[in-house]
């Protein structure tokens, strides 16, 4: 990368389109839920157990099961999700590789733009994106009800010695070895898995609704990550108030504060993450057209701009929810927790007293 300064601005030739950056790009762009799992691994492993402990004011134990539901989430949601993205990322490789065999005659004529082959099409780009999303959402429901389960287990593993004393409380990763049990005994090969995914996508592609649906929304290409990454939060959050309500492993008096957290947490990271993605898209409008031009012969240029829209939305939410939010809300939560807490005592005597 080149710097220079012309007319007192200082201008930074080469950047937009350094090697590094574009690679980093295309992987996104090829591995859009591998990416978000990665991330969300990263932030809920270091960064959120790092903020909820330097967290004043608030109960030890709470904030023990808070970095254990972290943690553990982090580990589920990484390891469902690639179970499950890394055979449908490789099944739209399989069909960009030999469209004609996969996808019938209607299905290619109906996603190819007029002077562009089906690879370089609009709404073909925007379906398998929306494919290679998927993922996240259709796992978001028992990545949470597994991750609830094994918060006790993981407050075993980080915590001993305050928790673990001479009972097994907690839920063995064993009773969940049946689900992956199939891998480990080679029934099911990744080949076999592979095949059959690529059958299932491209039915999905040939799909008339399927296809009304992308030609109706593919001008909200650069919205998809950020609205799926919402609805999946949302999923999250429900299935995980849910599981740890009804959850006979984890103490009665620490499911509360958990179950605010929760709530807290998802509620304002989605409502301030569409504004901030909003604002920053707004302000980042100058880069990407700067992008497109630097970047204009090139034809992986598409994917390079949908790797942007990937990465925008992740990390902002990211650094929201992991970040910055649980500072706020298990602090919030704790006090909240105490509110209600000591009003339910102070009624119990009342009624004792009656």
């Known amino acids: 990368m080149r710097i220079t300064k012309v007319d007192n601005k200082i201008n930074f030739n080469g950047g937009l389109n350094n090697k590094l950056l574009l690679k980093s790009l295309e992987t996104v762009s090829n591995h859009p839920a591998s990416f978000i799992a990665g991330t969300t691994l990263l932030m809920s492993s270091v960064i959120r157990p790092i903020a909820i402990s330097l967290t004043p004011k608030t ?44 996808l019938n005659a209607k299905t290619i004529k109906n996603f190819t733009e007029k002077g562009k082959s089906l690879l370089e099409s609009k709404n073909y780009k925007f379906a398998w994106q929306l494919i290679k999303n998927i993922p996240q959402l259709i796992t978001a429901i028992p990545k949470s009800v597994i991750a609830v389960s094994l918060i006790p287990f993981i407050m075993n593993k980080l915590f001993p010695e305050k928790n673990n004393k001479g009972k097994k409380f907690y839920t063995s990763p064993d009773n969940y070895a049946p689900v992956f049990e199939p891998f480990y005994n080679n029934k099911i090969s990744f080949k076999g898995l592979n095949n059959i995914t690529t059958k299932g996508v491209s039915t999905i592609l040939n799909s008339e609704n399927f296809q009304n649906i992308i030609s109706k929304h593919s001008f909200n290409e650069e919205n998809i990550t950020r609205n799926m990454t919402v609805i999946t939060d949302i999923l999250l959050a429900v299935s995980s108030v849910i599981k740890t309500k009804t959850s006979k492993k984890i103490k009665e008096d620490k499911k509360n504060p958990l179950i605010y957290n929760k709530i807290i947490t998802t509620s304002v990271s989605v409502l301030g993450g569409y504004k901030i993605d909003k604002l920053i898209q707004k302000n980042t409008k100058s880069f990407i057209d700067k992008f497109k031009q630097a970047n204009k012969n090139d034809p992986k240029l598409d994917k390079y701009l949908q790797g942007i829209n990937v990465i925008r939305p992740t990390l902002v939410f990211a650094l929201i929810y992991y970040g910055i939010l649980p500072v706020i809300s298990i602090f919030t939560a704790d006090k909240i927790d105490k509110l209600y807490t000591g009003s339910r005592n102070q009624t119990k005597i009342k009624s004792i007293r009656e």
């Open 59 to 102: 109960d030890k134990e709470n904030k023990k099961y808070a970095i254990a539901d972290s943690v553990s989430s982090g580990l589920i949601k990484f390891a469902i999700t690639e179970l499950v993205a890394l055979p449908m990322e490789n099944a739209i490789n399989n069909i960009n590789k030999n469209p004609e065999k996969f």
